[in-house]
């Protein structure tokens, strides 16, 4: 193919951007291309193209690579045993002023909760509406994994949970080993 900018960036952009194509990532769209195209650089001149496309940059998750070793979490025996936690903040204010939504994932049965909240709602309102809204319904999980907010690594979270025989294991941002369903979950609302 002749050495042109405005000619590949036509081929790239019916790759990517028409209504067949879907805006697919780089391995498919490479396979797609060479099965007409070939061009020095392609693969470089492709991984640009995606990088700039502003609809693949809002819609489709970033997935990272974690930091460190895994640490693979026990399998559940019984549902609701072992739950994850999570926030999505920064939401569109809604009825009673929430902007917020606390995202409960069992880990066995993948079953979720999405709680709307305030992000202004302190450790002792955040446990009041887990008693309300999972512990009324689960009973007491044997474990919680969250992240790290300040509302779960509070002393009374740590205190609430530790005389309830629950135990507290806090992940890494973006550590899906440890928490990733829970993130993945968040990903999707």
């Avoid at 496309?53 to 979490?73: D, T, Y």
């Avoid at 994850?84 to 902007?99: A, E, V, W, Y």
């Avoid at 044997?142 to 135990?167: A, H, N, P």
Wanted: hydrophobic share 35%; glycine share 6%.
């Amino acid at each position: 193919m002749p050495h042109q900018n405005s000619l590949k960036n036509l081929i790239l952009e019916e790759f990517h951007k028409s209504h067949y194509a879907g805006h697919p990532g780089y391995q498919k769209m490479i396979r797609a291309l060479w099965k007409e195209y070939y061009w020095p650089g392609m693969k470089n001149d492709v991984l640009e193209y995606l990088a700039q496309c502003l609809e693949c940059q809002h819609i489709k998750a970033e997935h990272q690579h974690p930091a460190g070793l895994l640490q693979p979490l026990p399998i559940p025996e019984w549902k609701c045993e072992t739950i994850s936690m999570d926030f999505i903040m920064g939401l569109p204010k809604i009825r009673k002023n929430n902007d917020s939504i606390m995202v409960v994932v069992d880990k066995l049965s993948k079953s979720t909760h999405f709680i709307p909240v305030q992000s202004t709602y302190r450790a002792m309102q955040i446990s009041h509406i887990f008693m309300q809204n999972i512990f009324r319904l689960h009973g007491l999980p044997k474990t919680i994994i969250s992240g790290c907010d300040v509302k779960f690594t509070l002393v009374f979270w740590k205190t609430l949970f530790g005389e309830l025989g629950t135990q507290l294991n806090f992940s890494t941002t973006f550590h899906p080993q440890t928490d990733g369903q829970t993130e993945r979950v968040n990903q999707m609302v």
